[in-house]
């Protein structure tokens, strides 16, 4: 089994910043590639940020130039450096990972959502 667990969210004031992480811990070999989601109340599950297993990165046009994603893979655990937020990132952020379970094998390749952390932005 693995869990995904994420951490860093908090209440900060526009302008300011936060650092999100999401860090794997289980029985597995190793982690592919990580999204960084959001939902706020209402509003549809979006995918803000990504990260292959090679660091490739994509971000929604939202938060370009202001998020980014970053993994250290000998500790299984992907940040999401968030920088002059705004009202409108406001959300619960959760991490996803695809997983090798057991490495090479597909059907021991599984998908995993975190909790989720909350992050408010007031103006």
């Known amino acids: 089994q693995v869990q995904l667990v994420e951490s860093g969210g908090g209440l900060v004031q526009a302008g300011g910043s936060l650092r999100l992480s999401c860090a794997a811990s289980?029985?597995?070999?190793?982690?592919?590639?990580v999204g960084w989601y959001r939902q706020a109340p209402g509003k549809q599950r979006e995918l803000v940020a990504s990260?292959?297993?090679?660091?490739?990165?994509n971000y929604v046009d939202s938060v370009k130039g202001r998020f980014t994603i970053s993994r250290d893979n000998a500790k299984n655990t992907v940040f999401l450096q968030m920088n002059s937020l705004k009202p409108e990132d406001t959300a619960v952020y959760l991490c996803?990972?695809?997983?090798?379970?057991?490495?090479?094998?597909?059907?021991?390749?599984?998908?995993?959502w975190g909790q989720g952390t909350q992050v408010t932005v007031s103006s």
């Open positions: 996803n990972a695809d997983v090798w379970i057991v490495f090479g094998s597909p059907h021991n390749y599984q998908n995993y």
């Open positions: 289980g029985s597995f070999d190793r982690i592919n590639a």
């Open positions: 990260i292959t297993s090679g660091g490739i990165t």
